[in-house]
C-alpha cells in the first residue's frame, strides 16, 4: 500500500514554502508538490519593498533566498503537478498523471493562476469531462476520446490515453506537438464547445478560415490536460467565495483536514499575507492530526 504522509502541501509559492518549514520544524512526514522554480509571481516581481527582513529585493534575490532556506532544511519539492485529488475515507488520495500518493491532510496553495474553460467543459465533468487520465481514462478503451493538452509536460498522458482508446482527437495550445500514432490525429482547429446530452457526444471546433462552421467530431469522452485547475475541479465539494477558497482565519475549509493558503484562500495578494496562511494552515493541520490520533481514527479509511 502507498505510503500515508501526515500532510501534502499542493503549491511551491511563498504560501506553500512557509507550509513547508513549518512542517518541517513540525516534524511532520509530508510530501511538497510542485516545482523548483517556486513561483512565477516571486520570480516575476520587479522590486519588493514590503517583505518584512528583507530590504528592496528583487523577484529573483526573494526566490534565491527561499530556495537557500528549503535547502539547507533539506526539504525536497516532488516536481509534480496534482490534477486530481479524491477523499478516500478519512484520508485523501492526490494524483498526477498515472502516479498517486495518499495524505492524512492537504495544504492547498496553488495561487489564483487563472484556468481557461471550454463551453461544456465544467456543465460535463464527471459525465464525459474528466481531468484524470489513470481516473478515468480505462473507461474509453477502444472508444473515440479527444484531448486537450495546454502543456509538453502532460504528454504522456496523451500516450497512455491512446494506449486505450481506439481513436484520439488531440488539441494543444503549444507549438511542437511529435507524438505519433495509428490512433492519434492532431487537429488544426480548437474546440468552441463540449457538447452532448445527460453524456458527452460530440466537440463543436472553431471555424477556421474557408469554413462556413466549425467541425463538429463525434467522441464519447474529452480529457482536459492542464497546468492549472480551478480548486473544484481538482477537489470535489471544496467550497467557494468570490472565486477563492473559502477558508476561516485558522485556513480552514469546509472539508474536513482541508486547508487553504496564500492567493487561492482570497485577497489581497501578497507575500507576507501568504507566507502567514502557510503558516497558520500546518499548525491547523497539526491540531487536527493530534485530535485524530487521541481518537485512534486517522488510519482508518
Ligand atoms: C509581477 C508581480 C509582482 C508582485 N509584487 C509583489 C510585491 O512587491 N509584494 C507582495 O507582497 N506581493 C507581490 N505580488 C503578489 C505575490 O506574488 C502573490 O501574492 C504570492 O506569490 C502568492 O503566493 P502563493 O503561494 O499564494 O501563490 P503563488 O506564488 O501563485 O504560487 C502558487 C504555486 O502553486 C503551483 N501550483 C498551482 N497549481 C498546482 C498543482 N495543481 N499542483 C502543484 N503545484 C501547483 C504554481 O505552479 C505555483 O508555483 C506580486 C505579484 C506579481 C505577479
Not at 66 to 72: S, T
Not at 134 to 157: M, S
Request: charged share 25%.
Amino acid at each position: 500500500m502507498a505510503e500515508l504522509y501526515d500532510l501534502a502541501i499542493v503549491g511551491t509559492g511563498p504560501a506553500g514554502i512557509s507550509a513547508a518549514l513549518t512542517a518541517k520544524a513540525r516534524n511532520l512526514n509530508f510530501i511538497w508538490f510542485g516545482s523548483k522554480d517556486l513561483s512565477a509571481k516571486v520570480e516575476k516581481a520587479q522590486l519588493v519593498s514590503n517583505y518584512p527582513g528583507l530590504f528592496q529585493v528583487t523577484g529573483s534575490e526573494l526566490k534565491d533566498a527561499f530556495f537557500g532556506q528549503i535547502e539547507k532544511e533539506q526539504i525536497s519539492i516532488t516536481e509534480k503537478s496534482i490534477n486530481q485529488i479524491f477523499k478516500m475515507g478519512k484520508n485523501y488520495a492526490l494524483f498526477s498523471g498515472q502516479e498517486s500518493w495518499m495524505a492524512k491532510t492537504l495544504i492547498l496553495c496553488m495561487g489564483t493562476a487563472p484556468s481557461t474553460t471550454i463551453s461544456g467543459e465544467e456543465k460535463f465533468l464527471g459525465r464525459g469531462v474528466s481531468y484524470c487520465a489513470t481516473c478515468d481514462g480505462r473507461l474509453y478503451k477502444d472508444k473515440t476520446i479527444a484531448v486537450i493538452c495546454t502543456t509538453p509536460r502532460l504528454e504522456e498522458e496523451i500516450e497512455f490515453l491512446a494506449d486505450l482508446a481506439g481513436k484520439v482527437y488531440v488539441y494543444v495550445t503549444y507549438k511542437g506537438f511529435s507524438l505519433t500514432r495509428d490512433n492519434l490525429e492532431l487537429r488544426k482547429s480548437y474546440p468552441a464547445e463540449i457538447i452532448g446530452e445527460n453524456l458527452v457526444n460530440a466537440i463543436v471546433e472553431r471555424k477556421l478560415p474557408g469554413q462556413e462552421r466549425g467541425e463538429i467530431l463525434a467522441v464519447d469522452g474529452v480529457f482536459c490536460l492542464k497546468d492549472s485547475y480551478s480548486p473544484v475541479s481538482l477537489l470535489k465539494g471544496l467550497e467557494m467565495e468570490d472565486n477563492h477558497i473559502k477558508a476561516d482565519r485558522m485556513q480552514q475549509t469546509n472539508l474536513e483536514g482541508v486547508y487553504a493558503a496564500g492567493d487561492c484562500s482570497g485577497r489581497p495578494y501578497q507575500y507576507a499575507k501568504a507566507v502567514g496562511e502557510g503558516n497558520v494552515a500546518v499548525h491547523s493541520a497539526v491540531e487536527y492530526l493530534h485530535e485524530e490520533k487521541k481518537n485512534g481514527e486517522a488510519d482508518i479509511f
